[in-house]
Every structure is written in C-alpha cells, then in structure tokens.
C-alpha cells in the first residue's frame, strides 16, 4: 500500500444523510502530496447541533456545489486507493448514502482503514477520539473543520506507518448496497 486517501466529512443534521463539508488528505509513499477540502450545499435543512458543532450554516454553502457536482471532481480521490477515515464507518455511511440518493453509481464496496479501530488495537487504554489521539501524538487540530480532521487523520495513520504498525492487519471492506 503506498497511496491512501484520508477524509472527513462534516453533516448538516442528525440524519447523517448528507454532507455539508468534505476534507481530503492523499498520503503516498509515507507523505501526504494533495489536500482538498470543500464545502457543500446538502439540499437539505440544518440542525442547530450540527451547525453549533461546524460551523457551518446554510448561507455558507448556499452557493456551494452539491454532492453530484462535487463527486465528478472527488471521485479520483477515492479510487484506486485505501481509503481512510477516523470512525470510518459514519464517513463512509455518510458518502454511500449520499452516492444512493443521487443515484450515483460507483462501486458496491471498498476497502478502508479506521485510525480509530487500529489505534483501539495498537494504544489500548486510552481515548480514541479524534482530540485525544491529536493530543497524544502532538498533532494540531481545530475539531469538526473536514480540511483539518482529514489532515489529522493522516498525520495519525503516518505514525502508525512509522511505528512500525502492520496496517493489512486492519483493512476492512464496507459495502455500499446496504
């Protein structure tokens, strides 16, 4: 493995059907090379939490694009490589049911690492949150920014790397067609 796509998403509601942000970190060959991030108009309403917990509110990505138009220029980002997430399950429910309802096409499954779940395997003991590993491992971080949790992210799965971690150990398969 030597090409990883870190990302984050950020929602506008509980539903977690939408995105209202996107942050994307390429590592390859053991260095992070492209970075990406964007805000994103969901189509849909805000809840007071989520934009508390953001930022975001509807008037900044009233002229954002929308998912479809954001996907033709995200896509390559997400294939043909390991795809990365911390909590990777919800970013890649969030993508997936995004994908389902704008009847986008891609692929019924892909393989992912979570640098939650291996750092739960490889730092047990300790807090797994996004927060606490930045804290532990000296990396900053402005919380629940999809650029910075996505940049995050990657500088964790960089240490693991440098740790020594056997990252195959860890890879998973989501699937799409839930």
Known sequence: MSRFTV??????????????????T??????????YSSLVNPECGFDAFNT?????TPSM?????????????????FSGTMIVA??????????????SHYGIEWKPYTRYLCTAKIGRGVLPGMSHKLNDMCRYYGIRLQHH??????????EIL????EDGVTLKDYIRTFSFSK
Request: with cysteine; hydrophobic share 40%.
């Open 61 to 77: 990505v009233s002229d954002a694009p929308t998912f479809p138009e954001l996907w033709e220029e995200i896509e390559p980002y």
């Open 52 to 56: 508390e917990l953001t930022g975001i």
């Open 145 to 154: 920014l999809a650029s910075s949790d996505s940049r995050a992210c990657a």
């Open 158 to 161: 960089l240490r693991y790397m």
């Open 26 to 35: 390429v590592i390859e060959d053991g260095e992070i090379t492209d970075e």
């Open 86 to 99: 911390h909590n990777a399950v919800f970013d890649l429910g969030v993508l997936g049911k995004c994908l």
């Open 7 to 24: 990302f984050d998403v950020e929602t506008p509601n509980m539903r977690n059907n939408r995105m209202s942000s996107i942050g994307i």
